[in-house]
């Protein structure tokens, strides 16, 4: 047996899961996200290039991609190291750090704001959507890109010996390119050989999440150790949610904390609300799907720091888990046996 079988590999190390705490699946402590630029509503050029003014922090929160430096969350580690802080001081215990190949992933700084603040920090392998591919990536065998998650996981990252502890997150688009398929057939194939995690990014459309999983499947991924990220911008039909749900994934709500007119990646999706994204979780609750939901903030951009005005690391757990309990959905796992009893008891109420 493996010595990392039944055990959590963070950027110092590994530790057994009953010492994580409470955990975010899907956060960014350090990356960029300039791959996806937008360029800004006309005539908002002037405020697009000085955003972080008190009169423009509801413009940023409508157009956080429409601005350059928003953009670029490694340009903010003392004011991260500050909300972990903060976050540990919430109850928080790890967060699960998402940067992949091609959006900056910083290994020696995540490892310093572990041993800064004492949260314990799990880092990503593989890679990000197709656009940040480069050319060597994109000429890759899946049998190489195997190698290369594989290596990320044992031996460590970006020619350091920090290791990653989850693969992911994963990016794909809609339709899923080539470059894209291949990177998750990679992604099975090397969960395959670790038995860890998989974190998923599908594209924009609520064909994504399904088709993503049966990719991984064909190429031997274990789907119910496979987290489908943001699905609060992917699904939105209960029955799409309830059918999906059935593929036996991990099913995350990681955008926390975002609310926003105009999505400008698809402008046919309607961003929820946080209460919208509470009542979702409170469904897959009532459906006996609790084990399987995971939630986040998924923060990415400076704006969503508390030091730009935005909801920070812990608005989780300090106003989102009240919330949940007023609308019913308790704290205490309940295996789904008993939870059906519950609810026919009308113990949960929803
Ligand atoms: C790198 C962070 C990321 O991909 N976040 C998801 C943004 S969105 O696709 O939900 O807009």
């Known amino acids: 047996m493996s010595a990392l079988s039944g055990k959590v590999q963070t950027v110092l190390g590994l530790l057994d899961p009953d010492q994580l705490g409470r955990t975010m ?38 157009n956080p991609y429409s601005c350059h430096e928003n953009l670029l969350l ?33 290994l020696p700084t995540l490892r310093q704001l ?20 480069t050319e060597a990536t994109k000429k890759m065998s899946v049998e190489k890109l195997t190698d290369i998650i594989v290596s990320e996981v044992l031996h460590g990252a970006d020619g350091m010996d920090i290791r990653c502890g989850v693969i992911g997150e994963i990016g794909t688009g809609w339709p899923i ?9 990679a992604t099975a194939h090397a969960q395959a050989q670790l038995g860890c995690p998989v974190i998923i990014h599908p594209g924009r459309n609520a ?24 699905l609060d911008r992917t699904l939105f039909e209960d029955g799409d949610l309830l059918e999906f749900a059935k593929l036996g994934s991990y099913l995350e709500y ?21 209460c919208q994204r509470v009542k979702a979780l409170a469904l897959l609750v009532k459906e006996g799907y ?9 923060i990415h951009t400076k704006n969503r720091l508390t030091k730009y005005g935005g909801h920070g690391y812990s608005h989780i757990l300090k106003n989102i888990v009240p919330k949940m309990l007023m609308r019913g959905i308790s704290q205490h796992q309940r295996p789904p046996v008993l939870q059906q009893e519950l609810r026919a008891k009308h113990v949960i109420s929803l």
Not at 177 to 185: C, D, G, M, P, Y
Request: one cysteine or more.
């Open 254 to 274: 990681d955008l926390f904390g975002t609310e926003m007119l105009n999505y400008p990646y698809n402008l046919d999706i309607d961003m929820p609300s946080d």
């Open 114 to 133: 572990a041993k800064d603040t004492g949260v314990h920090i799990i880092a990503g392998a593989g890679y990000y959507v197709d656009c940040t591919h």
């Open 177 to 185: 390119t080539e470059s894209e398929a291949k990177v998750l057939r």
């Open 290 to 298: 609790e084990d399987k939901v995971v939630i986040a903030h998924d």
């Open 74 to 106: 490694q340009q903010e580690t003392s004011a991260v190291r500050e909300e972990l802080l903060a976050y540990r001081k919430a109850g928080g215990g790890t967060i699960v750090e998402n940067t992949t190949t091609g959006i900056d992933r910083d």
């Open 207 to 230: 064909a994504a999440p399904a088709e993503i999983v049966r990719i991984l499947q064909e190429a031997g991924g274990d789907i119910s150790k496979t987290v489908m990220s943001h």
């Open 25 to 62: 699946t899907h956060e960014h402590l350090t990356m960029s996200f300039e791959c996806c630029y937008f360029s800004p509503p006309p005539g908002d050029e002037a405020v697009a290039e000085n955003p972080f003014q008190m009169q423009h922090m509801h413009w940023l929160r409508q």
